[in-house]
């Protein structure tokens, strides 16, 4: 079975601009997450979506948003870009919205902002 | 405010050690714990995890670890480590409320071992 799949998997943009990244989750899963990990630390909790309804929410500015669709599939999206989002943004995915907890990860999209 | 702590941000050892790595966790209500593992190269994978039920939980590849209600710790540990081990490992707590999950991590320990 296909795991988590993201896209893209590197990104170069510059402060000011908006970037949109995407996830699959893993079939039958209609939970999806959304952490960053910035170097040296360890993932953070951004959204978490559930049959297209925002769950729970980290301690992130508004100018972080996701969307998630009938598919299951999500959308983060980021507009105005600080060089403090330079990170790695991880999907996770889960079969529901409160269970155990236990998360299926992709490999990330390493976003640099210049 | 919720937290995890890894004791050791760095740890290096020799083929066939033993390995204990430390978590402490900060949370009032009813824990979930995970070690998760990042091997060079790839995502984040469950190494092993605790619900409920016996406090002494194995995982993958011969880790386990050991939940200390008292001591708010979750601490893993490998009586023998392989190169293969050499790989970032991750303590996370379920802190999600009102129906969701959200893993609060911790800072994560690299380990290193050489042959």
Redesign the interface.
């Known amino acids: 079975d296909a795991?988590?799949t993201q896209s893209p998997t590197h990104l170069i943009k510059t402060r000011g601009q908006h970037v949109t990244l995407r996830c699959s989750p893993i079939s039958g899963h209609k939970?999806v997450?959304w952490?960053q990990q910035v170097l040296?630390?360890?993932?953070?909790?951004i959204f978490?979506y559930?049959e297209k309804e925002e769950?729970?929410r980290?301690n992130f500015p508004d100018r972080f948003s996701a969307r998630q669709f009938p598919n299951y599939s999500s959308e983060l999206n980021v507009n105005a870009l600080l060089l403090g989002d330079s990170a790695l943004y991880?999907c996770?995915s889960?079969r529901r919205?409160?269970?155990?907890?236990?998360?299926?990860?992709?490999?990330?999209s390493r976003l640099t902002v210049l | 405010a919720q937290s995890v702590s890894q004791h050791n941000h760095h740890v290096i050892l020799s083929e066939a050690a033993s390995l204990e790595l430390g978590c402490n966790y900060s949370y009032g209500g009813t824990v979930n714990l995970f070690w998760y593992v990042q091997y060079p190269g790839q995502h984040l994978q469950l190494l092993l995890k605790y619900f409920s039920g016996d406090p002494l939980v194995k995982g993958i590849k011969g880790f386990e670890a050991e939940f200390i209600k008292s001591k708010f710790s979750f601490n893993l540990r490998k009586p023998s480590v392989q190169w293969s081990d050499t790989a970032e490992y991750f303590c996370a707590v379920n802190a999600g409320s009102g129906g969701y999950n959200k893993l609060i991590f911790g800072a994560g320990t690299r380990l290193a071992v050489h042959p």
Request: hydrophobic letters at 25%; zero cysteines.
């Open positions: 795991g988590v939970s997450s952490y040296g630390q360890g993932p953070q909790f978490q559930y769950r729970g980290g991880l996770a889960s919205d409160r269970d155990t907890g236990e998360l299926f990860f992709g490999e990330g």
